[in-house]
C-alpha cells in the first residue's frame, strides 16, 4: 500500500500567519491528493482535490500544490476558523491518509 | 443538496459484529462511489473500503479484508458496513462518504454525521 507521510504533527501558529502543511507519498500518486479540513466531533471537510485544485466554497486563501510524491497545502493567512486538524489523502488505490496536522493557536 | 445520514451509536460486546447504513439523498446514488472510513478516538483517518452500487463489487483494505462486509442497497440509496468479530480495537466513530464527482478516482466530497461504536463487556 501507498505510505502517506504528513509534517508537521502539530503546528503552533497565529492569526494571520502563513502556513505550510507537506505530505509525501511512498510512491508516485499522479497528483489523486486531497487535503480535508476537520474540527471536533465533525465529520472531515474536502477542501482541495487533484493537489491543486480548491472545492467550491472553500476560500481561496486554502491552496494546494506539489506532484509525483510531494505536496503542500498552504494557508495564506490563517483565521480564527481555520485552527482544526488536517489530514491529505491519496486516493490512486488503495486509498490512504496521512497522520494528520492539528494547527492550534499560538 | 446532497446529504448522507447514517445510522446511530451502537454498543458491541467483543466478538459481535455491527451493521452501520448510510442513506443518501439529493443525488444520484447507483453510479458514486460509497466510502467507509474510520476514526478512533484520538487518532487519525482510516480507509476501510469502498463500493460503487451500480457495480457492487466492493474493495476493501487489506486490514479489513475478512472482517468487514459493504454492500448497497439500490432500492433506498442505502449503504451498509458490517464489521465482525469486534474487539475493544474496534471502538471508532464510522463516516461514509461520497465522491465528490462521479469518475473516478475521486475526493470525498460528501460526508455523513459519523457513527460511533462502542466495544465493551
Known amino acids: 500500500d501507498i505510505q502517506m507521510t504528513q509534517s508537521p504533527p502539530t503546528l503552533s501558529a497565529s492569526v494571520g500567519d502563513r502556513v505550510t502543511i507537506t505530505c509525501r507519498a511512498s510512491?508516485?500518486?499522479?497528483?489523486?491528493l486531497a487535503w480535508y479540513q476537520q474540527k471536533p466531533g465533525k465529520a472531515p471537510k474536502l477542501l482541495i482535490y487533484k493537489a491543486s485544485s480548491l472545492e467550491s466554497g472553500v476560500p481561496s486563501r486554502f491552496s494546494g500544490s506539489g506532484s509525483g510524491t510531494e505536496f503542500t497545502l498552504t494557508i495564506s493567512s490563517l483565521q480564527p476558523d481555520d485552527f482544526a486538524t488536517y489530514y491529505c489523502q491519496q486516493y490512486n488505490s488503495p486509498w490512504t491518509f496521512g497522520q494528520g496536522t492539528q494547527v492550534e493557536i499560538k | 443538496q446532497v446529504q448522507l445520514v447514517q445510522s446511530g451509536a451502537e454498543v458491541k460486546k467483543p466478538g459481535s459484529s455491527v451493521k452501520v447504513s448510510c442513506k443518501t439523498s439529493?443525488?444520484?446514488?447507483?453510479?458514486?462511489?460509497i466510502t467507509w472510513v474510520r476514526q478512533a478516538p484520538g487518532h487519525g483517518l482510516e480507509w476501510m473500503g469502498r463500493?460503487?452500487?451500480?457495480?457492487?463489487?466492493?474493495n476493501y483494505a487489506q486490514k479489513f479484508q475478512g472482517r468487514v462486509t459493504i454492500t448497497a442497497d439500490k432500492s433506498t440509496s442505502t449503504a451498509y458496513m458490517e464489521l465482525s468479530s469486534l474487539t475493544f480495537e474496534d471502538t471508532a466513530v464510522y463516516f461514509c462518504?461520497?465522491?465528490?464527482?462521479?469518475?473516478?478516482?475521486?475526493?470525498?466530497?460528501?460526508w455523513g454525521q459519523g457513527t460511533l461504536v462502542t466495544v465493551s463487556s
Open positions: 439529493g443525488g444520484p446514488f447507483s453510479t458514486y462511489t
Open positions: 463500493i460503487i452500487p451500480i457495480l457492487g463489487k466492493p
Open positions: 462518504a461520497r465522491d465528490r464527482v462521479v469518475t473516478v478516482p475521486a475526493a470525498l466530497g460528501y
Open positions: 510512491q508516485s500518486i499522479n497528483n489523486w
